[in-house]
C-alpha cells in the first residue's frame, strides 16, 4: 500500500518542473488562494441568502454567480494537486506519511468530503428545486438552511485546516 | 529599532510565535485567510454582478453583504498587527509589505467610493443603470485585491522567487481575462438572442 501510494502521488515531472521552477509553488499558492476567494465568496453569499441575509436577492439569478465558485473550486483542486503531486520539491517527508500522518490534511480531505456528500443531498433532497422558486424577500424553507448552514461551516472548516496543514508536518 | 525589538521580544508576540498551542500563531494565520475570504470574496461577487454577470439580479440587496466585509477587514486589521508583531523588524525591511499594504488600503478606499455611489440610497440602487464609475471602482478594488492577494502570499520568498512569480501570475491572469472575455462575448451574444 504504502510503495503504491508513494509510486502513483508522486509525479516526477511536476517536481523537476517545481524544482526548475521557483516560481512555480508560488504561483500555486498565489491560485490556491484566489480559487478559495471565489469560491467562499460566490458559494458563501448563497448560502447567507439562503440563512436570511441579503433576502432581497431571488434565488435563480443568484445561481448565475455559481459558475465563478466552481471556476474558484476548479483553480483550488488543480493546484492542490501540484501541492500533493509535487510535494516532494517542497518538503522531505513522502507523500504516504503526510496522508497518514497529517491530522489537518485528513480533517481537510473529510470536510470536503462531507461538502460534497452536503451539495449532492441539495439537489437529491428536491431542496435545490425547491429554492429556485424563492423571490425577492421570500424565507428558504428549514431544510435549506440547513444545508446551507452545514455547507457554510464545511467550506470554511476546509480553508481553516488547509491552513494548518504545513504545521502536522 | 529598540521599540521594534521590544515588540517582537514581548510576552506575548514571543507566546504567538513559538507556543504549538493551537490559538497562538496558526489561528490567527488562519483567521487571516478567513477574513480574507470573506472580504474579497464579497467584493468579487458584487464585482461580477457589475460586470454584468447575473444582471436580472437587484443591486440593493448587496448591502446586506457590507457588514461581512467590514467584519472580514477588522478581523484582517487585528490579526494583521498579531502577526506583524511576532517579527515587525523583518516585516518593515521587506518592500514586498509595503506594497501589499498599499494594495490593501487603496481598494478598501476604493470599496467605500463604491459604497457611496450605488449604495447611498438603496431604493434607488436598481432604478438606474449602473453609473459607469461604478465598474472603474470595482475593477480597480480587484486589481488592487490581486496586488495585495499576490504580495501577501510573497513576504516570505527571496527577491528573484518575488520577481518570477509575480511575472508568471501576470501572464495567467492576462490569459484567464482572455479567456473569460472570449467565452462572455459568446454569452453575451445568447442573451440578446433570448431577449429579442
Request: net charge positive; proline share 5%; charged share 10%.
Amino acid at each position: 500500500m504504502e510503495a503504491f501510494v508513494n509510486y502513483w502521488l508522486v509525479w516526477p515531472s511536476i517536481v523537476n518542473f517545481l524544482n526548475a521552477n521557483s516560481w512555480g509553488w508560488t504561483l500555486s499558492e498565489i491560485l490556491h488562494f484566489v480559487g478559495l476567494v471565489m469560491l467562499i465568496g460566490t458559494v458563501g453569499m448563497f448560502d447567507l441568502r439562503l440563512l436570511g441575509v441579503g433576502k432581497g436577492f431571488p434565488l435563480e439569478p443568484l445561481r448565475q454567480l455559481l459558475p465563478w465558485g466552481v471556476v474558484g473550486f476548479l483553480l483550488c483542486v488543480a493546484t492542490g494537486l501540484v501541492f500533493t503531486l509535487g510535494l516532494q520539491a517542497n518538503v522531505p517527508n513522502p507523500i504516504y506519511e503526510v496522508l497518514m500522518t497529517d491530522i489537518w490534511l485528513q480533517l481537510k480531505l473529510l470536510f470536503m468530503a462531507l461538502a460534497g456528500v452536503n451539495l449532492l443531498f441539495f439537489y437529491l433532497s428536491g431542496a435545490s428545486a425547491e429554492v429556485d422558486r424563492l423571490g425577492a424577500g421570500q424565507d428558504a424553507p428549514p431544510l435549506a438552511k440547513a444545508i446551507a448552514g452545514a455547507s457554510l461551516i464545511l467550506w470554511l472548516g476546509v480553508v481553516y485546516f488547509g491552513r494548518l496543514i504545513p504545521w502536522a508536518l | 529599532m529598540e521599540f521594534l525589538s521590544s515588540i517582537e521580544n514581548s510576552g506575548f508576540a514571543t507566546w504567538v510565535r513559538e507556543s504549538p498551542s493551537l490559538l497562538a500563531y496558526t489561528l490567527f494565520l488562519a483567521l487571516h485567510t478567513i477574513g480574507l475570504a470573506f472580504l474579497v470574496g464579497f467584493t468579487v461577487a458584487l464585482a461580477l454582478r457589475l460586470f454584468g454577470v447575473g444582471s436580472r439580479l437587484p443591486l440593493a440587496p448587496f448591502a446586506s453583504f457590507f457588514p461581512f466585509m467590514y467584519v472580514g477587514f477588522l478581523v484582517n486589521l487585528l490579526t494583521g498587527l498579531v502577526l506583524f508583531s511576532t517579527a515587525p523588524i523583518n516585516f518593515l525591511s521587506n518592500p514586498v509589505m509595503y506594497v501589499k499594504l498599499g494594495a490593501v488600503f487603496a481598494s478598501v478606499f476604493c470599496l467605500l467610493k463604491l459604497k457611496r455611489l450605488v449604495f447611498s440610497d438603496l431604493a434607488k440602487a436598481d432604478a438606474r443603470p449602473v453609473p459607469a464609475n461604478a465598474k472603474t471602482l470595482a475593477g480597480a478594488s480587484l486589481f488592487l485585491w490581486s496586488v495585495a492577494l499576490v504580495m501577501g502570499r510573497l513576504t516570505a520568498y527571496s527577491r528573484p522567487v518575488v520577481i518570477a512569480s509575480v511575472i508568471a501570475f501576470v501572464v495567467f491572469a492576462v490569459l484567464f481575462l482572455a479567456v473569460v472575455f472570449v467565452t462572455r462575448l459568446g454569452s453575451r451574444g445568447e442573451m440578446s438572442g433570448q431577449r429579442a
